[in-house]
């Protein structure tokens, strides 16, 4: 089981796409906090009164860099079944692996703990240093550090939770389809703010379980929905979601030829 | 090959494709489920169906992505370029084959949109804005030229697939709270064509869009024309 988790780390940290979207969703999250806490700095010297939003823009974006991690989730099973050119075989890397580690359900699990690890470490990077950047740029506007950590409380690691779930999530979705560009579409259509879930979230109360409405809970203060759950309960709901796609996607996965 | 030639070559390409077909269909059946669900809700049956157009956008660029990159997922392309030797003429027909497809699935998916949106509204005496449709029709089908611009330049999918949408549905609303820049993304601009909303006007959107479109357009053609198949 070391081995396979070794083997897949390699393979992960090796995969093009995959740096591509960790760069760019950790860069790019970084960078817009920095400039929203720049531009809500220079609206606070100007003598804006503080209205209670500022702390909340330190995890607001965050939620848009977990589109990093999704991509992380649909590529980490998704290269697996791309052929290579027809001049080189037109083979899938699933064969090899199979080869290598014959016993699917250890193949599986190996997986999505690396993409677990990789993604819980991205997040841990990226909501550390979102942080840190904006006590840097607030300045005296934000308080002393302990003060900001105590007011964010316990929302940073649900932050991080946030992206763990997403992506195994979006893997599991992956494991089905075989074909990334259903789940890339749809999860990454769905972290924009006219986000599907949000929609349904207007139609009916029953959207407060699906599973991005229920685990941004987690770490969002305003979400714009009325019917919410509690920040620990939406955790428990996007976690159950996770483990259930996860426990189909296995199944899938055991019994379907490769 | 004559240009009508090539269209028709193309266009077979794309009909048979079964990636592209699964997009056609789920371009135009689900933006029509979901204006039906927002029009059963308070947003009138016009709203609705513009606000799905906002989800139809993602089958477009999936469908502007495929048609270019599927050739390359094996070798088709040296097959084709070895019956459509002229790099440009080729280009030309991928297109206009793209423009047929994209045009008809653009209007079934708003006239699909907006009559789901009626038979779900309580108050089906509500107007329906014909032109407004057709600029919503018309936004959809460039912004799937994006696609086929990105994929000639990525020669893959899921790069491709991803930068857009990033680009098209999430920048925009984030960025726009830090500067106004954020109007002139290709996303937030083109929605101006059908959507009212702060920044640019309808014509001014459609220009930034257009521009944005040349320049893509652009260079997908210079690298078309001088790389190795």
């Known amino acids: 089981m070391l081995n396979a988790i070794a083997a897949e780390l390699r393979k992960l940290v090796l995969l093009p796409s995959a740096l591509v979207a960790t760069v760019l969703?950790?860069?790019?999250?970084?960078?817009?906090?920095?400039?929203?806490?720049?531009s809500r700095r220079t609206k606070l010297d100007g003598g804006?009164?503080?209205?209670?939003?500022?702390?909340?823009?330190?995890?607001?974006?965050?939620?848009?860099?977990?589109?990093?991690?999704?991509?992380?989730?649909?590529?980490?099973?998704?290269?697996?079944?791309?052929?290579?050119?027809?001049?080189?075989?037109g083979g899938r890397q699933i064969a090899v692996s199979l080869t290598a580690t014959p016993n699917r359900g250890v193949l599986l699990a190996a997986k999505a703990i690396v993409l677990a690890l990789v993604s819980g470490v991205l997040a841990s990077v990226t909501v550390g240093a979102g942080i840190l950047i904006s006590l840097a740029l607030l300045g005296s506007h934000a308080g002393s550090p302990g003060e900001v950590l105590a007011a964010l409380g316990w929302r940073p690691a649900g932050a991080v939770a946030y992206w763990v779930l997403t992506a195994l999530i979006a893997f599991a979705v992956t494991v089905m389809t075989r074909n990334g560009v259903v789940p890339m579409v749809v999860f990454i259509v769905n972290t924009s703010v006219v986000s599907v879930s949000f929609l349904?979230?207007?139609?009916?109360?029953?959207?407060?379980?699906?599973?991005?409405?229920?685990?941004?809970?987690?770490?969002?203060?305003?979400?714009p929905v009325e019917v919410r759950s509690e920040p620990l309960v939406g955790g428990l709901i996007m976690a159950a979601w996770a483990a259930v796609l996860l426990a189909v996607a296995a199944g899938v996965f055991i019994r379907r030829d490769a | 090959m004559t240009l009508r030639n090539t269209v028709a070559a193309e266009l077979i390409k794309l009909g048979t494709l079964p990636g592209v077909l699964a997009a056609v269909c789920a371009t135009v059946l689900l933006p029509a489920g979901l204006a039906a669900v927002l029009a059963a809700g308070p947003p009138s049956a016009m709203a609705s169906a513009l606000r799905s157009v906002e989800y139809a956008q993602a089958g477009l660029l999936v469908l502007g992505v495929l048609a270019v990159a599927s050739e390359y997922a094996g070798s088709q392309i040296r097959t084709t370029l070895a019956a459509v030797p002229g790099r440009m003429p080729l280009m030309a027909g991928k297109l206009v084959a793209y423009l047929l497809v994209a045009s008809c699935t653009a209007l079934l998916a708003v006239t699909g949109a907006v009559l789901a949106a009626r038979l779900a509204d309580g108050a089906p005496s509500s107007d329906v804005d014909v032109a407004g449709l057709l600029r919503a029709a018309a936004y959809l089908v460039l912004i799937g030229l994006l696609g086929v611009a990105a994929a000639s330049l990525t020669r893959e999918v899921i790069g491709a697939l991803g930068g857009l949408l990033v680009l098209v549905l999430v920048l925009p609303p984030v960025l726009r709270r830090v500067t106004t820049l954020a109007d002139y993304l290709p996303g937030?601009?083109?929605?101006?064509?059908?959507?009212q909303g702060p920044g640019l006007t309808p014509l001014e959107g459609g220009l930034v869009l257009g521009a944005w479109l040349a320049v893509a357009l652009a260079c997908a053609a210079v690298t078309f024309a001088g790389r190795d198949a």
């Open chain 1, 48 to 89: 804006m009164p503080e209205d209670g939003l500022t702390l909340n823009l330190i995890l607001e974006m965050p939620a848009i860099g977990v589109i990093g991690v999704i991509v992380l989730g649909v590529v980490v099973i998704g290269s697996e079944y791309t052929p290579t050119t027809k001049d080189a075989g």
């Open chain 1, 25 to 38: 969703g950790t860069g790019l999250t970084l960078v817009l906090t920095a400039t929203s806490m720049a």
């Open chain 1, 200 to 223: 349904l979230s207007r139609v009916t109360s029953l959207a407060k379980y699906l599973p991005d409405v229920a685990g941004a809970q987690m770490f969002a203060r305003n979400y």
């Open chain 2, 188 to 195: 937030a601009a083109g929605a101006r064509m059908y959507q």
